[in-house]
């Protein structure tokens, strides 16, 4: 099992940043790769920023140029360092630990809402 906490979510006001992190903890050996999700009302869950174990990285069209996930592994921490953040990023934001061959764990979210 693998338990994620996030923290670093709040109100922002259009052009400013916040800095999400996901405390990650228990069996880290089975995870492949690391994700930052959102889901906004009415809309469906979708991938902002992922890295893998060997550091590769994508981004949501949305995200590019705006978002950099990283990894700090000393601490067992993914963070999402958020830039030129719009209205349009509002939503709950989770992290996620895909599991090596199926499956995957999320975190509780947090709240990210950005004033225009």
């Known amino acids: 099992q693998v338990q994620l906490v996030e923290s670093g979510g709040g109100l922002a006001q259009s052009g400013g940043s916040l800095k999400l992190s996901c405390a990650a903890s228990?069996?880290?050996?089975?995870?492949?790769?690391w994700g930052w999700y959102r889901q906004s009302p009415g809309n469906e869950r979708e991938l902002v920023a992922r890295?893998?174990?060997?550091?590769?990285?994508n981004y949501a069209p949305s995200a590019k140029d705006r978002f950099t996930i990283s990894r700090d592994i000393a601490n067992n921490t993914i963070n999402l360092q958020m830039n030129d953040l719009k209205p349009e990023d509002t939503a709950v934001y989770y992290c996620?630990?895909?599991?090596?061959?199926?499956?995957?764990?999320w975190g509780q979210g947090t709240q990210v809402t950005v004033s225009s």
């Open positions: 228990g069996t880290i050996r089975v995870v492949v790769a």
């Open positions: 890295i893998t174990e060997d550091g590769y990285k």
């Open positions: 996620n630990a895909e599991r090596m061959y199926s499956g995957s764990w």
